[in-house]
């Protein structure tokens, strides 16, 4: 990815990373991002559902929604997408930190017209939150298809920050007999719990792993 | 929490709240949250750490960070706060949703120049990260202090949206022999990881219950 020409000079530059791997499997890791519009200068953010797919992310919303209706005109948007990974305890409050997987990208909106490529974007959308589900749901149908909007953002102008390891305590505190080291953070998806109305279905195959 | 005059009309006023309770309550359990922010009406946004103390959010960071340099100028900031609680899978993709508790706030950065809340309020974002662990870290020096900003934001125009419960699926999918129901998302802390300086070092007991 190129480095957009007004990112933010940062002062941990040595955690951004610009290749197509590393921002790639943040996004498909991730199932929710922040999209962040200025309307007269004054921010709005709103985090929502995101699919990456080749080289872009898809996002959807009603076509009623007020903040679908403003970012569909093209405006400039900041989407940010954060995995957290572990607390990172030092031992002074100073150097503690957090490791972290993020992605920032700015971009335009792009509005799927097409119908064939909004109904993929659906898909890609649903098959990311419940993989293998698509074919196994009720088909989504053209009236569902035009009450949606699908918006598409380039990658282009997308970076990554990305934190790992220990804490990097300072030399004159390494030898104080104070704990230091990480503690992981772990995201479960756990046993499903069914709906009054499915109470007697079968758990389909692409659910009963979990 | 006064509604703000201009929050965006919501489709969704339903899930809408605005009561203390609900706001704090969803504050006091997420550690991060976006803040972002509009240079001549570009957006920037923005991860980090948080804690809520009596009516305020207070975030800290390096006094040499563009981005803390830029909204402790006071410039209008959009905070967003989500939890995900679930993926709500219904018999339709289009009714497909998700589980959330967030909270969207506007204000702007209140710098704390006093040094005692300056120190309170790392001692509060400490705590709210590694619960009983600021007494026994090696004590914040000045120096440490004057490195860091701390920045309050007011409350004062926060509001909570909310989801809970089942899919609603449309009437005529409800007899349809597709499974429907929640599939629960769990954030847990894991067991702590020593670094190589604290392999001797026991546990302490704020940690020992991880």
């Known amino acids: 990815m190129s480095t957009p020409s007004y990112l933010i000079p940062s002062r941990a530059a040595k955690r951004t990373h610009y290749d197509q791997e590393s921002i790639y499997s943040i996004l498909d890791e991730a199932l929710f991002c922040t ?91 649903t098959e990311k939150i419940v993989p293998g589900s698509w074919d196994y749901l009720r088909p989504m149908t053209q009236k569902e298809v035009r009450k949606t909007t699908a918006l598409a953002f380039s990658l282009d102008e997308a970076s990554a920050k990305i934190r790992t390891g220990m804490p990097n305590d300072e030399e004159e505190d390494k030898q104080l007999p104070i704990w230091s080291g990480l503690i992981p953070l772990e995201t479960n998806r756990a046993k499903p719990v069914a709906d009054p109305s499915s109470q007697t279905i079968p758990l389909p195959e692409h659910l009963s792993g979990l």
Chains 1, 2 share one sequence.
Not at 83 to 110: C, G, M, P, W
Request: hydrophobic letters at 45%; one cysteine or more; aromatic letters at 12%.
């Open 35 to 125: 999209i962040s519009y200025s309307v007269e200068n004054r921010p709005f953010s709103i985090p929502t559902s995101f699919v990456r797919y080749e080289d872009k992310i898809y996002i959807h919303g009603s076509v009623g929604s007020h903040f679908i209706r403003e970012i569909e005109k093209g405006i400039p948007v900041c989407i940010t997408v954060m995995l957290t990974d572990a607390l990172v305890v030092a031992k002074s409050a100073f150097s503690h930190s957090v490791n972290y997987r993020s992605v920032i990208l700015f971009a335009q909106a792009e509005k799927i017209e097409d119908i064939s490529l909004k109904s993929d974007a659906f898909k890609w959308l």
